[in-house]
């Protein structure tokens, strides 16, 4: 099947700082989306990339998609409590509108 | 957010017992997924459902089935629940058009 690796697993930090984390795969993507989940609730869609090198910011995150086609990186600025939660990668070949799940990242905020 | 609501929300049940899982979505999205959650995992495909009638199966069908008999319903069953089903089974929709999916609250159920 297909490998996808998401890093770091968790991540503990302090208000203000910023935040980085990403996805490699050993296969090409068309799609590149990034969803937090919070405690007790469903994946939420933070930002969607669909085209190789692209790059989209949406308010303090920004993502992008590798110009390989087998990576992607969302980073966080200047952190706040309520960014706390379970951060995932999600890619698609696009073919049969199926996402893959990274295995997340935990993100911790200390105030 | 696309409507989606999903029922129970929580249940435990023994294990033998038949369970079904009901998602419902007022969008009139084409495709439906049902995924379960457990920690170091992320979150695995079931099934999935690409029209009424249109199912196909996860990376981890063994042990459940579906049907989708109307759009907006899609119906995860357990035919026999087993401790290692005991997860938190989350639904999720998609128009087609793109490859975004949302996400309904979860299920979270317990198997004794």
């Known amino acids: 099947g297909q490998q996808l690796n998401q890093s770091p697993q968790s991540m503990f930090i302090q208000e203000g700082e910023d935040v980085s984390m990403n996805c490699t795969s050993s296969s090409i993507f068309n799609t590149w989306l990034w969803y937090k989940q919070d405690p007790g609730e469903g994946p939420v869609l933070l930002i969607a990339l669909y085209k190789a090198g692209e790059l989209t910011s949406n308010g303090r995150l920004t993502a992008q998609f590798g110009i390989t086609r087998k990576d992607s990186f969302l980073n966080i600025s200047a952190s706040i409590p309520s960014d706390v939660g379970i951060y995932f990668c999600?890619?698609?070949?696009?073919?049969?509108?199926?996402?893959?799940f990274g295995t997340g990242t935990l993100l911790a905020v200390q105030p | 957010d696309a409507g989606i609501t999903q029922s129970p929300r929580h249940k435990v049940t023994e294990t033998g017992t038949p369970v079904t899982l009901r998602c419902h979505q007022t969008?009139?999205?084409?495709?439906m997924y049902w995924y379960r959650q457990d920690p170091g995992h992320g979150l695995r495909l079931i099934h999935y459902?690409?029209?009424?009638?249109?199912?196909d199966k996860g990376e981890v069908s063994d042990g459940y089935s579906v049907s989708r008999s109307k759009t907006e319903d899609f119906l995860l069953t357990l035919e026999s629940a087993t401790s290692s089903q005991t997860s938190v089974y989350f639904c999720?929709?998609?128009?087609?058009?793109?490859?975004?999916?949302?996400f309904g609250p979860g299920t979270r159920l317990t198997v004794l």
């Open positions: 999720a929709t998609t128009g087609g058009n793109t490859d975004t999916q949302y």
């Open positions: 969008e009139n999205h084409r495709y």
């Open positions: 459902s690409y029209g009424v009638k249109d199912t």
């Open positions: 999600a890619p698609s070949s696009g073919a049969t509108n199926k996402l893959i």
